[in-house]
């Protein structure tokens, strides 16, 4: 081969590779993170949010993880309190940025919001997490596409050692399938939102993981204040609660929880009791810490309802 020859090799070479690697990234981008939980999570949402604003009334939202979906009635809310209520909650792996955005597509003004994140949220400071960008990409074009494009470069980076063919299979597999009708499936969902089939295995964990400090400030609270300006702008009245959970058993454990409720008071957060007023016994869970049985999610809707009461939230 003649160095003339050489010269035009290597850029064409390095050129073919290059649109090799472009044909295979499009199979990777439109046919990975599509998975059993995201398809669950898609169907619960669109359910949910149907129910929720087919209905004129104002009502009371309470959104947050699964602790809330597997612990808490909306329609024995409803039903005790003569407002609706609808249980919004999903996925804590979506993030906190991801219910925030849920809470104002569905809320309207003279409706009340009860947030209830899982405590690792309030260490989640980020605008989207993998699990939130790739349920955008998939299921929700319109949001994915204000997505800004570092955002979109930082998600996509994952995908540059995906095997775009193994994508592609696990792609029709789940756009054909539906998740099951055991306690995690979406065909379980009432018309208030409720998980209506409950686990049964007894829970023999521990208690649910916390830091050992309490990080401050919160990195979640920019976002949180953001968000009790923007309900008040709207008519809608906000509070925080916390989690259903094990009555911790280390000393840290209640120094931590009893840290992040003065903290959320000193910011000016309003909050729905304290995170012991919500410690239930060991045998009210299943198959984490932080989801309860068919007698938990009863126990655990008693307390929240006395907290609404208290708090009049259940007057239109």
């Not at 169907?43 to 993880?65: Q, R, V």
């Not at 405590?119 to 605008?127: A, K, P």
């Not at 939130?132 to 997505?147: E, L, N």
């Not at 400090?213 to 979640?220: D, F, G, M, S, V």
Request: some cysteine; proline content about 6%.
């Amino acid at each position: 081969m003649s160095a003339k020859q050489n010269q035009k090799f290597l850029p064409r070479v390095l050129v073919s590779v290059l649109a090799c690697y472009a044909l295979y990234l499009v199979p990777a981008y439109y046919f990975t993170g599509l998975d059993e939980r995201l398809l669950w999570v898609h169907e619960m949402k669109t359910k949910k949010d149907g129910y929720a604003l087919s209905e004129k009334k104002p009502k009371i939202l309470f959104l947050g993880g699964s602790a809330t979906l597997m612990g808490l009635n909306a329609e024995q809310v409803s039903r005790e309190l003569g407002r609706p209520a609808f249980n919004m909650a999903k996925h804590a792996g979506l993030g906190l940025n991801f219910y925030l955005t849920e809470a104002s597509s569905v809320a309207r003004p003279g409706d009340v919001i009860v947030l209830i994140p899982e405590y690792e949220l309030y260490q989640d400071g980020d605008t989207y997490n993998q699990m939130a960008f790739d349920y955008y990409r998939i299921f929700d074009h319109a949001h994915f596409q204000g997505v800004p494009l570092l955002s979109q470069l930082q998600f996509l980076r994952f995908m540059a050692v995906q095997h775009p063919f193994d994508a592609f299979l696990k792609h029709l597999l789940y756009r054909s399938a539906r998740p099951g009708t055991t306690g995690y499936g979406s065909d379980n969902i009432s018309p208030h939102g409720d998980q209506t089939k409950f686990l049964t295995v007894a829970y023999t964990g521990t208690e649910v993981d916390l830091p050992k400090k309490l990080e401050t400030p919160l990195p979640a609270l920019p976002r949180l204040l953001a968000f009790q300006r923007w309900c008040e702008e709207n008519g809608i009245r906000f509070y925080l609660s916390f989690p259903n959970t094990l009555t911790p058993e280390t000393p840290h454990a209640a120094l931590y929880l009893e840290g992040l409720a003065s903290s959320l008071k000193a910011a000016g957060l309003p909050t729905m009791g304290k995170p012991r007023d919500f410690f239930l016994e060991r045998r009210y869970f299943t198959d984490t810490s932080y989801h309860l049985n068919k007698e938990g999610v009863g126990v655990h809707t008693a307390k929240v309802i006395s907290f609404v009461r208290k708090l009049d939230l259940s007057r239109k």
